[in-house]
Each structure stands twice: as C-alpha cells, then as structure tokens.
C-alpha cells in the first residue's frame, strides 16, 4: 500500500515556483522518497529521489524535512507543460513503487 | 534519462483473445521489471514484479494465469493477458530498474478489450 500522502490538486501561475508537499510519516530508516510525475497518457517520468539530504537536478529540488516525515518537490519556475499529476513514492531502493492518489498539478498562464 | 519501450502502443482485441505486451529497455540491461495498471481517473496499482530468468511475483488479487509474465533477458519482458474480457480493458505500463536508484517508465499500452 502507498505510504505517502498527498494534496488531490494544486494551481501554479507560470513562472512561479510550484511547491508539491507531501507526507510520509510512517517512512522507515533505509526507505528513499521518489518523485515522478505523469502527463496524461503516458509513463510517469522520474524527476528526483532522496533519503534525508535536500537535493537538487536540472528539474528540481527536493526538500525533506529532518525528522523526514514529510517532504516538499519544488518546481522553481513552473512552465505550461509541467500540467501534470506528481506522484511522491516511498520505497527502498530496487523496491516495487506502490503509487498513491498523486497530486494534479495544473499550471495557470 | 535512460529509455524504455512498449510494444504495441495500443491494441483493440476481442473477447476472449489473448494479447502479449513487450517492455524493452533500450540502453540498459535490467534484472527486475514491473508491470502495472492504470484505469481511467486513477492512479497506478502494482500488478508483479518481473525478475529475469525466475518467476514473476504477482500482488495480491492478480490473477498470475491470466496475467502471465515473462522475462526472458536483461532487456525483455512480456506481458500476456489471457482470455481478455473488456474488464481487462486498461493502460498497462511496465517499468525497467536500473542499478539500485532509478526506476524507469515505458511509455504505456492502452488495451481495449470488445
């Protein structure tokens, strides 16, 4: 079962940075957070993964808090085609993903 | 980002019919594959997991003969929906690992079952 909580849908203006929280209280010690996100009728893209470090791609950042119950996928300017449903994964590493209900993302020109 | 294909993209199939769905990962050899489904409006469900060269382990509720999963090489896995019926009808997305961190996507199969 998913481990992760997350909010059903959020606006962004283009241009502004998207912050995507999302919870995972009952994460255990060896356990990585994924993100990966999903454009209707496709695969999900992977975006970025971390254990308890913030870290930061081409594509985002990811903030995790230090008790590491919950995290935060920010998109730093948000364009039309990052509309998207963002999935927040809790698994260990080489682990089968179990999805939650994701968040919808809907960027606003 | 590293490349996974399904091969067909979408199928139309009748009832009763038995369909068989690649996964390919194009430039990495993985040893574990997963096999998902996603009905319309809803998230993706873990159908099994594919290792290369033993059995598939499938998750609970799926029917492992109807929904037979083979993996035959580093780079190939095949799903095969036996005996279709339109509530099979569905979006089958399989994923390929590499290395230990990254899990990558196929693109999805939409399979219509009349």
């Known amino acids: 079962d998913a481990k992760t909580t997350q909010p059903t849908s959020m606006d962004c203006a283009e241009g502004r940075a998207a912050n995507l929280p999302c919870n995972h209280s009952t994460i255990s010690g060896n356990e990585y957070v994924y993100w990966y996100r999903q454009i209707h009728s496709q695969g999900p893209q992977y975006i970025i993964h971390g254990l308890k470090n913030n870290e930061t791609n081409e594509m985002a950042s990811l903030i995790i808090t230090e008790d590491r119950k919950s995290s935060t996928l920010i998109l730093p300017h948000a364009t039309l085609r990052d509309t998207a449903v963002y999935y927040c994964?809790?698994?260990?590493?080489?682990?089968?993903?179990?999805f939650g209900t994701g968040t919808s993302l809907t960027v606003i020109p | 980002g590293a490349v996974v294909s399904q091969h067909p993209s979408w199928v139309i199939c009748k009832s009763g019919t038995s369909v068989k769905i690649e996964c390919r990962s194009l430039?990495?050899?993985?040893?574990?594959m997963f096999w998902y489904r996603q009905f319309p409006k809803q998230s993706l469900m873990l159908m099994a997991t594919?290792?290369?060269?033993?059995?598939?382990?499938?998750e609970q509720g799926v029917e492992k003969d109807k929904f037979l999963i083979n993996h035959a090489s580093l780079t190939l896995s095949t799903l095969t929906v036996t005996s279709a019926h339109p509530e099979d009808s569905s979006f089958y997305i399989c994923?390929?690992?590499?290395?230990?961190?990254?899990?990558?996507f196929g693109p999805g199969t939409r399979l219509t079952v009349t």
């Open positions: 430039d990495f050899q993985a040893t574990t």
């Open positions: 594919s290792n290369e060269g033993s059995k598939a382990t499938y």
């Open positions: 994964i809790v698994s260990l590493p080489g682990n089968q993903f179990y």
């Open positions: 994923s390929a690992q590499r290395g230990v961190y990254e899990q990558y």
